[in-house]
């Protein structure tokens, strides 16, 4: 990208890139023109020192942490979709006011949001085994559904098939 900036600011590429205007390159540099075709490089290395970083972590510590990013990244995307549906109400407006600022996620809900994600996370780890002894214990009628419900609103993301979630060894 930064290839992209710095030819761009040299040659008309619009004849075969027709999204190439000045419009692109100034957004690719952050609106520092040729001086900032270093940033899109920068960002790609600060993604791949934290994949890296991520990768060295145990497995107990990188989910929680991976979930919490990963929330966080759901909740700045779908920013758009949320505001209306949580600007109806007065207390929709308190939780837009905390989560979102003007041109995007505030700090504290972002904040709240990898906490939130990454708490469930693992505290969803550590309790697993017991909810699924517990599970084991019900008699199969109220065990299924339970089950059904459980998996449908803890994986949701997943998107695991109820078949898997309710079979029992």
């Known amino acids: 990208m930064a290839g992209l900036v710095l ?7 619009r004849a075969v890139f027709v999204n190439a205007s000045p419009a692109l390159f100034s957004m690719l540099s952050l609106g520092q023109g040729v001086a900032g ?15 890296a970083v991520a ?9 929680p942490v991976v979930t919490g990013l990963a929330g966080v990244l759901a909740l700045g995307l779908f920013q758009e979709l ?7 109400s007065s ?7 905390l ?3 003007e041109s995007g996620l505030s700090l504290p809900g972002a904040l709240v ?4 994600a990454a708490g469930t996370n693992a505290l969803w780890t550590d309790r697993r085994p017991a909810a699924r002894r517990w599970l084991r214990t019900m008699p199969v009628r109220h065990a299924a559904p339970t089950a059904a419900a459980s998996c449908s ?5 997943q998107m695991p098939s109820l078949e898997r979630c309710t079979h029992r060894p």
């Open 82 to 88: 949320l505001d209306p549906i949580l600007g109806g």
């Open 37 to 51: 075709a270093y940033l899109p490089v920068l960002a790609g290395a600060a993604a791949g020192a934290g994949g």
């Open 153 to 157: 609103l803890s994986k949701l993301p």
């Open 55 to 63: 990768s060295l972590l145990i497995e107990r510590a990188r989910r």
């Open 113 to 116: 949001t990898f906490l939130l």
């Open 99 to 101: 989560l979102f600022a």
């Open 91 to 97: 207390v929709g407006s308190v939780i837009r006011g």
């Open 7 to 13: 030819i761009g600011s040299v040659v008309n590429l």
